[in-house]
């Protein structure tokens, strides 16, 4: 990017970034380039990622629990039952378990305010929006999928598919649900400290309210774009090379040079799976008979062998070139990193947007249409192995088109015009 567009002065940024790897690691992306043009970052994020931030040469904040920490916690909800049921499980589980949590990162986030100039911050982090605005600052939300109301498309998160203009319109107000059960924590911060009167029960927190505020749609038009460019318009995803020294370890490059480029099995950050699904997509990777590389969170009942290598947390940008496919939930990390060195994917989502983003891969044609690991037997799955490679065109094509988008440059032309404007408001 031209430095000729920096405005006159580095300023002060706080970045708040929490969810899942695939939520938090393109705001540590766009950190690190924010940082690099002189500007003093800070990242608030949760324990689970405060090392993958100092990785990419942030100061880092952590608050929050660990997702160990919320999957251990009474009451947490599990994908079964009705829509009804889950929505009254996770409240509770809000309401009583999370919400001390989240009265920290609130504390948190306004100690940091103090110091910062413009915040730029996840849809997750909707708070850090709402003080921003209280607080006079200037803010920058990036949505790394699309969450603006829209009638041709149910939420995202939802997991739902094409259920009719006014059901579609009408599941953008189900996040409501999140200020509902965590409204006791705000009204403990408001009593606490004074700040917090946008933050009020029932409030739709897709739904910024505030003042001097404006959005980044960090994902590739290439899989959503509103017809007719009727709505918010994507710029690209976050792409940048993983922090030094996380090289791929020797064990690993001898299994990956020591024969045909192997499929990689993953199923991401989001925690463990049931042990009969566990076992589904092992004696899938046998009966296919290829060569597999696979995450070590599927490791509970199978064995390593010639064929197939157990790996731990990998990073993605030195492993991907080296594959020929990719087997995966259908997170939003993935999915981005599978596009961006042309391979097809596999997607067997959990939940939420997952189906979203596995239904726009096959769309593209660079994977067959989502299947969840309840339904589908070892047999199909290792038929869909076989397949992947038919595939492959389509993926290839997708990677040459998304390698000329400028997200990143777009992104951080957003976080400085943010702050140009303020300097200009100024008195």
């Known amino acids: 990017m031209d430095r000729a567009h920096h405005q006159d002065a580095p300023k002060r940024i706080l970045v708040v970034a929490l969810g899942s790897r695939g939520d938090v690691q393109p705001m540590c992306v766009l950190g690190a380039a924010l940082a690099a043009r002189g500007h ?3 990242l ?6 405060g090392r993958l931030g100092e990785a990419f040469g942030l100061h880092v904040v952590q608050g929050g629990p660990r997702m160990r920490e919320m999957r251990a916690m009474a009451g947490f909800p599990k994908p079964k039952g009705s829509v009804g049921v889950q929505l009254v499980s996770w409240l ?3 309401r009583h378990s999370v919400s001390p949590y989240v009265e920290n990162l609130l504390a948190l986030c306004h100690e940091e305010m103090g110091r910062a100039e413009i915040v730029v ?10 003080l921003a605005g209280e607080a006079g600052l200037p803010s920058v939300r990036v949505l790394l999928q699309p969450l603006s109301a829209d009638w041709r498309i149910p939420l995202s998160v939802t997991g739902a598919s094409g259920l009719g203009p006014l059901l579609n319109r009408l599941t953008y107000e189900s996040p409501r649900i999140l200020t509902v059960a965590l409204a006791p924590a705000f009204k403990r911060f408001r009593a606490e400290t004074g700040a917090g009167r946008t933050l009020r029960s029932g409030s739709n927190p897709l739904r910024p309210e505030r003042p001097d505020g404006s959005d980044v749609f960090a994902w590739s038009p290439l899989l959503w774009s509103p017809p007719g460019g009727a709505g918010p318009v994507p710029t690209g995803f976050l792409f940048a090379d993983e922090p030094s020294g996380s090289e791929l370890t020797p064990e690993l490059d001898r299994f990956l040079d020591g024969g045909a480029p192997a499929i990689y099995v993953t199923l991401g950050s989001v925690g463990s799976l049931a042990q009969r699904s ?14 597999a590389l696979v995450s070590s969170g599927l490791k509970s009942g199978g064995t390593t062998s010639g064929d197939v290598f157990f790996v ?6 030195r492993l991907f070139p080296k594959l ?7 997170g939003v990390g993935t999915t981005a990193a599978s596009l961006r060195f042309g391979l097809p994917s596999v997607v067997c989502p959990l939940f939420g947007d997952q189906f979203f983003w596995g239904r726009r891969l096959a769309e593209l044609g660079a994977a067959e249409q989502p299947t969840t690991l309840r339904r589908a037997s070892a047999e199909q799955l290792a038929g869909r192995l076989d397949r992947v490679g038919r595939l492959q065109a389509a993926a290839r094509s997708a990677a040459d088109a998304i390698a000329a988008e400028a997200g990143l440059a777009r992104a951080i032309e957003a976080v400085e015009a943010a702050g140009t404007a303020r300097g200009a408001l100024a008195p």
């Open 40 to 42: 003093d970052v800070t």
């Open 44 to 49: 608030l994020t949760t324990p689970d990622f």
């Open 92 to 94: 509770r589980w809000l």
């Open 121 to 130: 911050y996840g849809p997750i982090a909707f708070f850090a929006g709402r």
């Open 278 to 291: 566990v076992e589904t997509v092992l004696r899938a990777v046998t009966l296919w008979g290829g060569r």
């Open 312 to 317: 731990d947390d990998v990073d993605h940008a």
């Open 324 to 330: 020929a496919g990719i087997v995966h939930h259908g």
